[in-house]
């Protein structure tokens, strides 16, 4: 592709939805304890824990999301995490105006950038 990292300020990004696991979206192996084997992190403190009667929510959604971002110091994690979003932003506004332009790229004016950077690049869909 056009793009690739030559320079990264994360060096480890881990995620979570369900600490509890209420969703039934991991199956444990468990050999003797699954609470001892399988510890919960400390984002199940931020929850309360299901109550082992309640059924299985299988049709409902995660609300929460927990991220946390370790960063090579140059940038903060929360510097990281914001111009990541910048960056998905534009990619998909790019993607977007693909898609209303009838498949043609999007021309680097248009996108407020120059050629050899982010402006004017294909979103990975080959020109019509």
């Given at each position: 592709?056009k793009?690739?990292?030559?320079?990264?300020?994360?060096?480890?990004?881990?995620?979570?939805?369900?600490?509890?696991?209420?969703?039934?979206?991991?199956?444990?192996w468990?050999?003797?304890?699954?609470?001892?084997e399988?510890?919960?992190?400390?984002?199940?403190?931020?929850e309360?824990?299901?109550?082992?009667?309640d059924?299985?929510p299988?049709n409902?959604?995660?609300?929460r999301?927990?991220?946390?971002?370790?960063?090579?110091?140059?940038?903060?994690?929360q510097?990281?995490v914001?111009?990541?979003?910048?960056?998905?932003t534009?990619?998909?506004?790019?993607?977007?105006?693909y898609?209303?332009?009838?498949?043609?790229?999007?021309?680097?004016?248009?996108?407020?950038g120059?050629?050899?950077?982010?402006?004017?690049?294909?979103?990975?869909?080959?020109?019509?």
């Amino acid at each position: 592709g056009k793009e690739h990292a030559k320079w990264n300020p994360v060096c480890a990004v881990a995620f979570e939805y369900d600490p509890h696991n209420r969703f039934k979206h991991a199956d444990y192996w468990v050999e003797e304890d699954q609470e001892q084997e399988w510890p919960k992190s400390e984002n199940a403190l931020l929850e309360d824990p299901p109550d082992p009667s309640d059924p299985v929510p299988y049709n409902k959604k995660p609300e929460r999301f927990y991220l946390t971002v370790d960063t090579t110091g140059s940038l903060s994690a929360q510097e990281s995490v914001v111009a990541a979003i910048k960056i998905l932003t534009d990619k998909l506004q790019a993607l977007q105006d693909y898609i209303d332009n009838g498949g043609r790229t999007v021309d680097a004016m248009d996108m407020g950038g120059d050629p050899g950077r982010n402006g004017g690049f294909s979103p990975g869909i080959a020109n019509g």
